[in-house]
């Protein structure tokens, strides 16, 4: 199984190199490939389909309990199926279509790494692994859209669909970490199996975060509008991406954990609402659009909100019902994207208002259009019309608020024959366009045979309805969690769903003959504000990047002061809180020393330090503040020299000596004078100055209660001598107790050496 | 004996650099200096790896004088693996600074590399030391060489970013002093596994909890976090992009690191801290985010990145459980990787480009696929899109954070990774997609160019590989990184690797 899935994985950059040399050779390969996935998916059909499970496990990263695992049970082996077995077809039908194509080494590479994604996602078992594969096929149809890379919109939109989707794969990582501790498992499997109710304390949570995942990347309202728009892919993507891969990936997800949230109020009224909507909205949508592409997109989007709205209802007949349809629903989409596709290709266009008549020119594109369209549109003895007519019994069966749900699937199903009508019937009957950038010819091979094999297929299923119920009998009973078997067929009786249907087809071709009045008062569905949702995502990102500008100017602002300032600051309010938590207040300033001014010269260092203090306020000029503060290093080393530490005393004159020489080296390269703009600024300056040094006064008045009582004093004095071979202590400690810190100094001071020279003598001109 | 290992990496920098130093302006000789330096350093640090892992602690005393008088220099799970993956990177920035696009020729024969190898050594020391002051005396071998790395040349903008620079990080390691100087003065010492029990011990004033904001507020500075990181963006910008890579790749993961070894050691717990670590991981991912959304430069763009995600390293300090820092350790590994490779990547446009400005740059994903190749698999693992490396450190960090109820910090993580790739997709777009039409008359084929440039394409295609076996492999390092985190909670262990030998 790892095998299969990696093969894809493996092949794609071998394709992106050596398409262009042999594309016929690579293109049928990938073809090859697709199909024996398919092949050998389909040889676990009988044990899978009869109820047993295959499991594959490889261990991975065990320490944090993430496995490769993959399980194959009902649910995850149709859509392995649909998965390859469309992929198979659409990469056939692409080794056509993009034949002229420059970078059609490309697109083979990311389809077959979509491909992979998906397959991954429909089979894994360990949630984690489920994720990856999420974000794997969010990744891999980025590239796929953006593949017209100059054009803004491409990229526009490429981008669109990645943050949209994206959003959602972390919503559905936080999801599963939660699974994780609620049920203390990432296996799918072990989750079905539980009994353990979906009462935990994240349940509510966990939900949301799944309807938030589903709903991005199933395209529901309102986070619909990157599926339109992604329609800027290769025709093939989009056959793709809207029959068997991406938008299914949401269904699937609620379809494999209906059976542990089922039950959850939010979970049922999210899905009820959100399909709803997105079921009516995106029919009307679709009523009004004039690209042939767009009109699809949109009759996805309604589609899904139907699977949607069924898995809310949550009966078994109506979870049923949304797995047949999801069937129904990828064969004649596939189709009729590759129809559009061909079209586009044949005559350079899609726009619906310059195409129609073109029967006698495109007639094999013709017939795998009608049959598509006769399926969406719901007609006996398709297999749309089977779909169909369960969604209506499980809507008229349902409870409660399943009114909601027959309204709208009534309404959009009106919808979609009517443009059943206009895209089965207008575009070919009639008189032949001569609008056309190009004139219109029949394509050849798996352009027009592809759609035709999935219209076939359409009828065929309709027809012997014994293979479908066969094929996706299992998968329902585990959405459902029930061992409801399944059965389908074309004539139920006369019963209320049939009139219902039959009322459908009339309204919807009153529809389409009134299309040119309707369009009047269909005209609310083009206005701006059904594009309010994607209005939302352009103002949302920049009001985004504004607070972004205006925060990096207010943080980052260039000014070295004002970084002190806040860094200052923050230490300063850091420590005082903790003073203030601990009441660190110096205990009656107790000190163990007795100082006593013996002579008044003491204070004349002191007296030195205030005044230099009080100069450096009041200056501005650079001089002046740097001889004032020197005035304060100055003393502090008289200091020493009177508090018996002669050493440090010289130590600090020198240091002193060397800065102020150093200084005044530099000074005539800077401005002479500081400006602060106003009061306000050095106020605030001498306040956090003021701070910092008065909470550094009191952090020493803390220290001095302590008395040091180090062994270090008591070894360093009686070893020096004896182990160290030396008498003054200061100096065996610098070369010998702590060497390695002199080695660290003596480096500093290399490296500054090094420094120096290249300031001197390197310069870079610029 | 075979302790002694351990000086096999720190060392050798030291004298490599002193032979460089011989070889003054003779750029030939330097050359191979560093790189036989750089790759001795690398097998000892891997030998030192090798045996820390397998045994256990390992810890030396300096001139041999018992702890806790001398210095001691202690290598655990945690310092060794960053001392591979500095070595590493050290190894791979040879190759990266041979064409003179990436550092010039000037630059290269007059103290680029001693100045390099001193800095891989303070670095190396940082790492292994085990004594606080002797971590002051790194940090200024660190501060004084990549200085002088980030002024080498003298370019007006390299020295207004350099000043910035210096000035915030000697303030940084003036504040560390005084830190050190608070706990010396309550305890006496120095060596951190003996201020570790001397400041658990009953009657140690709370002044402690004090020093510990020093010390927090210094090593925050060093790694750029909210409201500190601002000599970041400032300065890592401004050198030839050879250097700003290492730089930007190392320098904040050892801030980070020596944020958690004195944290998680020396100090006892202190909730305050613990809070306000919380909110400056927040903060720093939000901020760092948001500065990068707002830049035009790369360079900028990739700078602010690393403030963001250091974000993510202090979560798992503020989590302070041992998978969460296991996190955080796995995650300082793969954002050095990653990070440098992305300058290194953004160094490989300008070649091409002769600009690092998003809007000037364009056109590369259809002339230089392999680039657009190169940056996509960087750009993704920092993002943290599975199973590249930067979902592992994510995953464990996020998984801690529920796991321990920090719903907010979790939150603003994942939004943080969303705008992550917001932030990656504003290069992207413009640079690889984008065509700018033909104000960029590009001459060079794509043969002419890598070999022109072979040096970078080479070193970052082999980063590029490392970072992808650190994704797909993750479990070699995961392992480490747990190993290393339950080290780090083990004290005891510690203080009897270092005071009882």
Redesign the interface.
Same mark, same amino acid.
């Given at each position: 199984m790892l095998t299969a899935i990696l093969s894809a994985y493996v092949l794609a950059p071998f394709t992106g190199m050596f398409y262009r040399k042999h594309p016929r050779i690579w293109g049928y390969l990938t073809v090859m490939l697709a199909a024996a996935i398919f092949l050998y998916l389909a040889t676990f059909a009988p044990r899978v389909l009869e109820g047993g499970e295959v499991r594959f496990s490889y261990a991975?990263?065990?320490? !944090?309990d993430?496995h490769v695992t993959f399980f194959l049970d009902g649910l995850s082996l149709f859509f392995g199926l649909l998965v390859s077995g469309f992929g198979a077809l659409i990469l056939w039908y692409a080794t056509a279509y993009m034949e002229e194509a420059h970078?059609a080494n490309?697109f083979f590479t990311y389809m077959l790494l979509f491909m992979a994604s998906m397959l991954g996602l429909v089979l894994a078992d360990h949630l984690?692994l489920l994720?990856?594969f999420w974000?794997?096929t969010s990744?891999s149809s980025f590239l796929l859209i953006?593949y017209a890379?100059?054009e803004?919109e491409a990229?526009r939109s490429a981008?669109q669909a !990645?943050?949209v989707t994206?959003?959602g794969g972390?919503a559905l990582?936080?999801a599963f970490?939660?699974i994780? +501790?609620q049920w203390d498992t990432f296996s799918v499997e072990a989750l079905l199996q539980t009994t353990e109710a979906a009462g935990g304390k994240h349940t509510l949570a966990i939900v949301l975060l799944l309807l938030l995942a589903a709903f991005t990347k199933s395209a529901q309202f309102p986070f619909h509008f990157w599926l339109p728009n992604a329609m800027a892919a290769p025709t093939p993507v989009s056959a793709y991406l809207h029959s068997a891969t991406m938008v299914k990936a949401g269904i699937f997800l609620l379809f494999r954990l209906q059976p542990v949230f089922g039950d959850h109020v939010v979970w049922t009224w999210g899905l009820l609402l959100a399909g709803s909507i997105t079921m009516v909205f995106g029919a009307v949508m679709a009523l009004v659009q004039t690209d042939l592409k767009r009109m699809l997109a949109y009759l996805t989007i309604s589609a899904l909100g139907m699977m949607v709205g069924m898995t809310g209802l949550g009966t078994e007949e109506a979870l049923q019902a949304a797995l047949v349809y999801l069937l129904v629903h990828a064969f004649y989409k596939g189709a009729l994207f590759m129809v559009a596709g061909g079209i586009d290709h044949q005559t350079g266009t899609r726009d619906m208002r310059l195409l129609h008549g073109l029967k006698q020119a495109m007639p094999l594109t013709m017939a795998g259009c009608v049959l598509a369209c006769g399926s969406m549109a719901g007609l006996p003895p398709f297999f749309g019309f089977v779909g169909k007519e369960m969604v209506y019994e499980s809507a008229l069966h349902g409870q409660g608020f399943s009114w909601l749900l027959l309204g709208s699937t009534f309404l959009s199903s009106v919808c979609y024959v009517s443009l059943g009508l206009v895209i089965g019937y207008r575009l070919f009957f009639g008189t032949l366009t001569r609008q056309t950038p190009k004139p219109p010819t029949e394509s050849h091979g798996p352009l027009w045979g592809a759609p035709l094999l999935l219209g076939a297929g359409g009828l065929l299923l309709g027809v012997w309805t014994e293979a479908p119920a066969y094929l996706l009998e299992r998968g329902t009973q585990l959405i459902s969690g029930t061992e409801a078997g399944l059965e389908l067929s074309l004539w139920h009786g006369l019963t209320p769903a049939l009139g219902l249907s039959l009322l459908t087809v009339l309204a919807g071709w009153g529809l389409y003959r009134g299309r040119d009045k309707s369009r009047k008062w269909l005209a609310f569905a083009t206005g701006d504000y059904t594009l309010a949702p994607e209005q939302l995502y352009v103002t949302g990102?920049r009001r985004?990047?504004q607070?972004?500008?205006w925060?990096?100017r207010l943080? +980052?602002n260039?000014y070295?002061r004002n970084?002190?300032l806040?860094?200052f600051s923050?230490?300063v309010l850091?420590?005082l809180?903790?003073?203030i938590?601990?009441r660190?207040w110096p205990q009656a300033l107790r000190f163990q020393l007795p100082v006593t001014v013996d002579y008044l010269y003491e204070w004349i260092p002191v007296f030195f330090m205030v005044l230099g203090l009080i100069t450096i306020f009041g200056a501005r000029s650079r001089l002046t503040i740097l001889i004032a503060t020197s005035m304060v290093g100055f003393g502090v080393a008289a200091l020493f020299v009177f508090f018996s530490a002669p050493d440090v005393s010289m130590t600090q004159f020198l240091v002193e000596t060397i800065t102020l020489v150093i200084f005044m080296l530099i000074l005539h390269r800077l401005p002479s004078h500081i400006r602060l703009e106003s009061k306000t600024k050095f106020v605030r300056h001498l306040l956090v100055a003021i701070l910092f040094g008065a909470t550094?006064t009191l952090?020493l008045l803390?220290?001095h209660?302590?008395e040091?009582?180090?062994?270090?004093?008591e070894?360093?004095l009686s070893?020096s001598e004896e182990e160290g071979k030396g008498l003054n202590v200061v100096n065996v400690i610098l070369i010998?107790?702590?060497?390695?810190?002199t080695?660290?100094?003596i480096?500093?001071l290399?490296?500054?050496a090094?420094?120096i020279?290249?300031?001197v003598?390197?310069?870079?001109k610029? | 004996m075979t302790a002694h290992i351990l000086l096999v990496p720190l060392l050798t920098p030291?004298l490599a650099a002193m032979a460089c130093?011989f070889a003054w302006k003779k750029k030939q000789w330097q050359q191979y200096i560093y790189l036989s330096g750089s790759m001795i350093t690398l097998a000892g640090a891997a030998a030192l790896a090798w045996q820390v892992l397998q045994e256990g602690i390992v810890s030396i005393q300096?001139?041999g004088?018992e702890p806790?008088?001398?210095?001691t220099?202690v290598a655990d799970a945690f310092s060794v693996l960053l001392v591979v993956v500095t070595h590493v990177l050290g190894v791979l920035i040879y190759f990266y600074t041979l064409p003179p696009v990436s550092v010039?020729q000037?630059?290269k024969s007059?103290?680029f590399y001693?100045?390099l190898l001193?800095m891989l050594?303070?670095i190396t020391?940082a790492l292994l030391?085990g004594d606080i002051?002797?971590l002051y005396?790194?940090f200024?071998?660190m501060l004084?060489?990549s200085?002088?790395l980030i002024?080498?040349?003298?370019?007006?903008?390299q020295l207004e970013g350099a000043?910035?620079y210096v000035?915030?990080n000697f303030?940084a390691s003036a504040?560390f002093l005084?830190g050190i100087a608070?706990l010396?003065?309550?305890?006496?010492?120095t060596n951190m596994a003996d201020l570790a029990v001397r400041l658990r011990a009953d009657g140690v004033?709370?002044?402690v909890?004090?020093a510990m904001?020093?010390f927090?507020?210094s090593f925050s500075?060093k790694a750029a976090l909210f409201?500190?990181f601002?000599?970041l963006?400032?300065s890592y910008p401004t050198p030839p992009i050879g250097i700003a890579a290492i730089i930007a790749g190392l320098l904040t993961k050892i801030g980070i690191y020596a944020l958690i070894r004195t944290l998680i050691l020396v100090f006892p717990d202190n909730a305050?801290v613990q809070q306000?670590l919380l909110g400056m991981a927040i903060l720093t991912m939000l901020?760092g985010i948001?500065?990068a959304?707002? +830049?035009y430069d790369m360079r900028k763009i990739l700078a602010?990145l690393i403030v963001s995600h250091m974000g993510y390293m202090v979560m798992g300090l503020a989590i302070a459980t041992p998978l969460a820092l296991a996190g955080t350790i796995f995650y300082m590994v793969h954002s050095i990787l990653v990070k440098t490779n992305l300058f290194f990547i953004s160094g490989l446009v300008f070649a091409d480009q002769q600009s690092f400005h998003i809007r000037k740059a364009g056109g590369l994903?259809?002339r230089l696929?392999w680039m657009a190749a190169l940056f996509l698999i960087s750009a993704?693992s920092l993002v943290g899109?599975?199973?590249l490396s930067g979902?592992?450190g994510k995953?464990?960090l996020?998984?801690t954070g529920?796991?321990t109820e920090q719903y907010l910090l979790?939150?603003v993580a994942?939004?943080t990774?969303?705008l992550t790739?917001?932030a990656v997709?504003r290069i992207w777009?413009p640079v690889?997609?984008?065509?700018k039409g033909a104000e960029k008359q590009v001459t060079l084929t794509q043969g002419a160019f890598v070999r022109k440039n072979r040096g970078m394409v080479v070193s970052s295609a082999a980063l590029t590989l490392l970072i992808l076996w650190l994704g797909f492999q993750?479990?070699p390092i995961?392992?480490i990184s747990?190993q290393a985190a339950e080290q780090l909670f083990d004290r005891q262990a510690y203080i009897d690797a270092v005071l009882k030998p």
């Amino acid at each position: 199984m790892l095998t299969a899935i990696l093969s894809a994985y493996v092949l794609a950059p071998f394709t992106g190199m050596f398409y262009r040399k042999h594309p016929r050779i690579w293109g049928y390969l990938t073809v090859m490939l697709a199909a024996a996935i398919f092949l050998y998916l389909a040889t676990f059909a009988p044990r899978v389909l009869e109820g047993g499970e295959v499991r594959f496990s490889y261990a991975w990263v065990p320490q !944090l309990d993430i496995h490769v695992t993959f399980f194959l049970d009902g649910l995850s082996l149709f859509f392995g199926l649909l998965v390859s077995g469309f992929g198979a077809l659409i990469l056939w039908y692409a080794t056509a279509y993009m034949e002229e194509a420059h970078y059609a080494n490309r697109f083979f590479t990311y389809m077959l790494l979509f491909m992979a994604s998906m397959l991954g996602l429909v089979l894994a078992d360990h949630l984690i692994l489920l994720y990856l594969f999420w974000e794997l096929t969010s990744i891999s149809s980025f590239l796929l859209i953006g593949y017209a890379n100059r054009e803004a919109e491409a990229r526009r939109s490429a981008l669109q669909a !990645l943050l949209v989707t994206n959003v959602g794969g972390l919503a559905l990582l936080a999801a599963f970490l939660l699974i994780g +501790q609620q049920w203390d498992t990432f296996s799918v499997e072990a989750l079905l199996q539980t009994t353990e109710a979906a009462g935990g304390k994240h349940t509510l949570a966990i939900v949301l975060l799944l309807l938030l995942a589903a709903f991005t990347k199933s395209a529901q309202f309102p986070f619909h509008f990157w599926l339109p728009n992604a329609m800027a892919a290769p025709t093939p993507v989009s056959a793709y991406l809207h029959s068997a891969t991406m938008v299914k990936a949401g269904i699937f997800l609620l379809f494999r954990l209906q059976p542990v949230f089922g039950d959850h109020v939010v979970w049922t009224w999210g899905l009820l609402l959100a399909g709803s909507i997105t079921m009516v909205f995106g029919a009307v949508m679709a009523l009004v659009q004039t690209d042939l592409k767009r009109m699809l997109a949109y009759l996805t989007i309604s589609a899904l909100g139907m699977m949607v709205g069924m898995t809310g209802l949550g009966t078994e007949e109506a979870l049923q019902a949304a797995l047949v349809y999801l069937l129904v629903h990828a064969f004649y989409k596939g189709a009729l994207f590759m129809v559009a596709g061909g079209i586009d290709h044949q005559t350079g266009t899609r726009d619906m208002r310059l195409l129609h008549g073109l029967k006698q020119a495109m007639p094999l594109t013709m017939a795998g259009c009608v049959l598509a369209c006769g399926s969406m549109a719901g007609l006996p003895p398709f297999f749309g019309f089977v779909g169909k007519e369960m969604v209506y019994e499980s809507a008229l069966h349902g409870q409660g608020f399943s009114w909601l749900l027959l309204g709208s699937t009534f309404l959009s199903s009106v919808c979609y024959v009517s443009l059943g009508l206009v895209i089965g019937y207008r575009l070919f009957f009639g008189t032949l366009t001569r609008q056309t950038p190009k004139p219109p010819t029949e394509s050849h091979g798996p352009l027009w045979g592809a759609p035709l094999l999935l219209g076939a297929g359409g009828l065929l299923l309709g027809v012997w309805t014994e293979a479908p119920a066969y094929l996706l009998e299992r998968g329902t009973q585990l959405i459902s969690g029930t061992e409801a078997g399944l059965e389908l067929s074309l004539w139920h009786g006369l019963t209320p769903a049939l009139g219902l249907s039959l009322l459908t087809v009339l309204a919807g071709w009153g529809l389409y003959r009134g299309r040119d009045k309707s369009r009047k008062w269909l005209a609310f569905a083009t206005g701006d504000y059904t594009l309010a949702p994607e209005q939302l995502y352009v103002t949302g990102l920049r009001r985004l990047r504004q607070v972004a500008l205006w925060q990096t100017r207010l943080l +980052q602002n260039g000014y070295l002061r004002n970084y002190l300032l806040v860094i200052f600051s923050f230490l300063v309010l850091a420590v005082l809180a903790q003073i203030i938590h601990f009441r660190l207040w110096p205990q009656a300033l107790r000190f163990q020393l007795p100082v006593t001014v013996d002579y008044l010269y003491e204070w004349i260092p002191v007296f030195f330090m205030v005044l230099g203090l009080i100069t450096i306020f009041g200056a501005r000029s650079r001089l002046t503040i740097l001889i004032a503060t020197s005035m304060v290093g100055f003393g502090v080393a008289a200091l020493f020299v009177f508090f018996s530490a002669p050493d440090v005393s010289m130590t600090q004159f020198l240091v002193e000596t060397i800065t102020l020489v150093i200084f005044m080296l530099i000074l005539h390269r800077l401005p002479s004078h500081i400006r602060l703009e106003s009061k306000t600024k050095f106020v605030r300056h001498l306040l956090v100055a003021i701070l910092f040094g008065a909470t550094m006064t009191l952090i020493l008045l803390n220290l001095h209660g302590y008395e040091l009582a180090s062994p270090l004093k008591e070894y360093y004095l009686s070893h020096s001598e004896e182990e160290g071979k030396g008498l003054n202590v200061v100096n065996v400690i610098l070369i010998d107790f702590r060497a390695l810190d002199t080695l660290g100094e003596i480096t500093v001071l290399g490296v500054t050496a090094i420094g120096i020279m290249t300031l001197v003598f390197l310069n870079q001109k610029k | 004996m075979t302790a002694h290992i351990l000086l096999v990496p720190l060392l050798t920098p030291l004298l490599a650099a002193m032979a460089c130093l011989f070889a003054w302006k003779k750029k030939q000789w330097q050359q191979y200096i560093y790189l036989s330096g750089s790759m001795i350093t690398l097998a000892g640090a891997a030998a030192l790896a090798w045996q820390v892992l397998q045994e256990g602690i390992v810890s030396i005393q300096a001139g041999g004088w018992e702890p806790p008088f001398g210095i001691t220099l202690v290598a655990d799970a945690f310092s060794v693996l960053l001392v591979v993956v500095t070595h590493v990177l050290g190894v791979l920035i040879y190759f990266y600074t041979l064409p003179p696009v990436s550092v010039s020729q000037e630059r290269k024969s007059f103290g680029f590399y001693p100045s390099l190898l001193l800095m891989l050594f303070g670095i190396t020391g940082a790492l292994l030391t085990g004594d606080i002051f002797n971590l002051y005396v790194w940090f200024e071998v660190m501060l004084v060489s990549s200085f002088v790395l980030i002024s080498l040349g003298n370019e007006r903008l390299q020295l207004e970013g350099a000043v910035k620079y210096v000035t915030i990080n000697f303030i940084a390691s003036a504040l560390f002093l005084a830190g050190i100087a608070i706990l010396y003065g309550m305890a006496g010492s120095t060596n951190m596994a003996d201020l570790a029990v001397r400041l658990r011990a009953d009657g140690v004033s709370d002044i402690v909890y004090v020093a510990m904001l020093f010390f927090l507020v210094s090593f925050s500075i060093k790694a750029a976090l909210f409201p500190l990181f601002f000599w970041l963006p400032a300065s890592y910008p401004t050198p030839p992009i050879g250097i700003a890579a290492i730089i930007a790749g190392l320098l904040t993961k050892i801030g980070i690191y020596a944020l958690i070894r004195t944290l998680i050691l020396v100090f006892p717990d202190n909730a305050f801290v613990q809070q306000l670590l919380l909110g400056m991981a927040i903060l720093t991912m939000l901020t760092g985010i948001f500065g990068a959304i707002a +830049q035009y430069d790369m360079r900028k763009i990739l700078a602010f990145l690393i403030v963001s995600h250091m974000g993510y390293m202090v979560m798992g300090l503020a989590i302070a459980t041992p998978l969460a820092l296991a996190g955080t350790i796995f995650y300082m590994v793969h954002s050095i990787l990653v990070k440098t490779n992305l300058f290194f990547i953004s160094g490989l446009v300008f070649a091409d480009q002769q600009s690092f400005h998003i809007r000037k740059a364009g056109g590369l994903y259809e002339r230089l696929p392999w680039m657009a190749a190169l940056f996509l698999i960087s750009a993704f693992s920092l993002v943290g899109i599975p199973p590249l490396s930067g979902f592992w450190g994510k995953y464990m960090l996020a998984s801690t954070g529920l796991a321990t109820e920090q719903y907010l910090l979790v939150g603003v993580a994942l939004l943080t990774s969303m705008l992550t790739l917001w932030a990656v997709s504003r290069i992207w777009l413009p640079v690889f997609w984008q065509h700018k039409g033909a104000e960029k008359q590009v001459t060079l084929t794509q043969g002419a160019f890598v070999r022109k440039n072979r040096g970078m394409v080479v070193s970052s295609a082999a980063l590029t590989l490392l970072i992808l076996w650190l994704g797909f492999q993750a479990d070699p390092i995961v392992e480490i990184s747990i190993q290393a985190a339950e080290q780090l909670f083990d004290r005891q262990a510690y203080i009897d690797a270092v005071l009882k030998p």
